[in-house]
C-alpha cells in the first residue's frame, strides 16, 4: 500500500526563523510530488510540484527538494512569517495512476 | 476572480436523506476531483473526472456518486448518508491531470446524525 508520511508531525518556532519539513514516501514510481499549505478551516493551496526528475523547486520563502533514491522530500521555509502558521501536506502521485496519496501533514506555528 | 466555489459550506442532515454539495469552477479546467478530510488522517479522494462525461472512482467511492454534465460543474451526491460519511469536503480542479496546479474549493463541512 502507497505511503506517504511526514514529520515532524508538529512543529513551533519563532517569527524570523528558518525550518524543514520532511516527507517520506513508499509510492513507486511516481508521476509527481506536491507541497500544499493548508490553513485552518480552508482549501490546501499548492505550493510546489515536482516530476522524479527534478531534485528542488522554489515558490519565494518555500523550497522543496526531492531524493528519489531514499523517496525523500523537504520543505524549506526561510524567514518565517505568521502568516505561515498552518498545515503543510505532502501528495505524492503513484505513475499510472489518478489517485494521489496524501500525507497526514505538518502543523507549523509560528510565534511572535 | 479565478476560483472553485462549493455549496453549501455547512450542512447538518439526517441519516438517509439524500443531498448534493455543488462545485463549480470558473476557469476552464478539465480535471476535477472530490475529497474527504477526517481528523487524523490524510486527505483521501473520493471521485475524479477527466473531462465531461469522464468520472472515475478515487479511494473512497463507496456511498457517493457523482456526475460530471458541464465542464465547470462537478456535483457529489450522497444518495443515503451515514454518520461514518461526517467529514468536511473539498472540490479542486486543475487545466488537466498531472502536473497542473491544482485548486481547491473552501470546503463542506457534513454533519450527518
Known amino acids: 500500500k502507497n505511503q506517504v508520511e511526514q514529520s515532524p508531525q508538529s512543529l513551533i518556532i519563532l517569527e524570523g526563523k528558518n525550518c524543514t519539513l520532511q516527507c517520506n514516501y513508499t509510492v513507486s514510481p511516481f508521476s509527481n510530488l506536491r507541497w500544499y499549505k493548508q490553513d485552518t478551516g480552508r482549501g490546501p493551496v499548492s505550493l510546489t510540484i515536482?516530476?522524479?526528475?527534478?531534485n528542488t523547486k522554489s515558490n519565494g520563502r518555500y523550497t522543496a527538494t526531492l531524493d528519489a533514491d531514499t523517496k525523500q522530500s523537504s520543505l524549506h521555509i526561510t524567514a518565517s512569517q505568521l502568516s505561515d502558521s498552518a498545515s503543510y501536506i505532502c501528495?505524492?502521485?503513484?505513475?499510472?495512476?489518478?489517485?494521489?496519496?496524501f500525507g497526514r501533514g505538518t502543523s507549523l506555528i509560528v510565534h511572535p | 476572480e479565478a476560483q472553485v466555489t462549493q455549496n453549501p459550506r455547512y450542512l447538518i442532515t439526517v441519516t438517509g436523506k439524500k443531498l448534493t454539495v455543488t462545485c463549480s469552477q470558473n476557469?476552464?479546467?478539465?480535471?476535477m476531483s472530490w475529497y474527504r478530510q477526517d481528523p487524523g488522517l490524510g486527505l483521501r479522494q473520493i471521485y475524479y473526472?477527466?473531462?465531461?462525461?469522464?468520472?472515475d472512482k478515487g479511494d473512497v467511492p463507496e456511498g457517493y456518486k457523482v456526475s460530471r454534465k458541464e465542464k465547470r460543474n462537478f456535483p457529489l451526491i450522497l444518495e443515503s448518508p451515514s454518520p461514518n460519511q461526517t467529514s468536511l469536503y473539498f472540490c479542486?480542479?486543475?487545466?488537466?491531470?498531472?502536473?497542473?496546479?491544482?485548486?481547491f474549493g473552501p470546503g463542506t463541512r457534513l454533519t450527518v446524525t
Open positions: 515536482m516530476t522524479f526528475s527534478e
Open positions: 479542486a480542479s486543475s487545466l488537466y491531470q498531472g502536473l497542473s496546479e491544482q485548486y
Open positions: 473526472s477527466m473531462n465531461v462525461e469522464v468520472t
Open positions: 501528495v505524492v502521485t503513484p505513475g499510472g495512476s489518478y489517485i494521489p496519496t
Open positions: 476557469m476552464n479546467h478539465e480535471y
